[in-house]
């Protein structure tokens, strides 16, 4: 990895968090037959940074894209691409889905056997990490690592497909992090629409991940500008937020 490469992908992890609250639009629901049309069309939209759903159906019953699809992408935008790894061995390909672009690198807590070595392992290959969680695993499996990553991946639904309903158990997870973490990024992912994302919000989450609700839309700007005036309608500040401006919690 160039020097270059190194700063680009700093900077955009700077740009990611200076950037929170924020949507990000999972391509999963994508027309991955017109991927290229579609990055330009959530561009155009005012994503901020794309959420990148990576299965192996093994770890998850679902298959969908590994590191061809993130390289590609990474040719073609400068948003921080957040890659959610739903796969059985997430060390395995730490390093190659680094090289193929990949900003923020996810792991699900229940795939590893030492979590802490984990994220020590992907925080080495210069990405901010994340830790996964599904709504069936015990949060005391996340305890040891919350001190070693970037970021907490609540999943609101059972990680493998879109388009499923909200688990609310994700509020009392979410709640009960924020209250403890000030400072670690929270993400939720799964069933978040815009008649729920002003909760989410309001339980402490800063970076929502979204899929069908966009990308079923007929419309991704109208349906992101929508939520976001919900998550400001849910921000615990009660202050309003600006593409580009952290809200104070
Ligand atoms: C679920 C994925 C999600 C999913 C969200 O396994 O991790 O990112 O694409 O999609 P919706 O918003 O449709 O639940
Ligand atoms: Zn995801």
Do not use: W
């Amino acid at each position: 990895m160039s020097s270059d490469a190194n700063r680009n992908r700093s900077e955009r992890i700077r740009v990611f968090r200076e950037s929170t609250p924020m949507v990000l639009p999972s391509v999963l629901n994508a027309d991955f037959g017109d991927l290229g049309g579609e990055l330009q069309r959530l561009t155009d939209a005012g994503a901020r940074a794309l959420h990148l759903d990576v299965m192996d159906g093994h770890f998850v019953p679902n298959l969908t894209f590994g590191m061809p699809i993130v390289e590609g992408l990474r040719r073609h935008t400068d948003l921080p691409l957040d890659v959610h790894l739903m796969i059985s061995d997430p060390l395995r390909y730490a390093a190659p889905m680094v090289d193929a672009g990949a900003d923020m690198l996810t792991f699900h807590v229940e795939a590893v056997d030492d979590p802490v070595a984990a994220a020590q392992t992907i925080a080495d290959l210069g990405v901010a990490v994340g830790v996964a969680i599904n709504p069936d695993a015990s949060m005391d499996q996340l305890e040891p690592c919350l001190d070693h990553v970037d970021m907490v991946l609540i999943m609101s639904v059972q990680a493998g497909f879109g388009g499923q309903a909200f688990n609310p158990i994700a509020l009392e997870r979410l709640r009960s992090l924020r209250n403890r973490y000030p400072d670690l990024l929270l993400e939720a992912d799964g069933g978040i629409k815009a008649s729920n994302i002003a909760e989410v919000r309001a339980a402490g989450c800063d970076c929502f991940v979204v899929g069908s609700a966009i990308l079923k839309s007929d419309d991704y700007g109208k349906a992101i500008d929508e939520l976001n005036d919900q998550i400001a309608a849910g921000n615990p500040s009660g202050a309003d937020v600006s593409p580009g401006q952290e809200a104070t919690r």
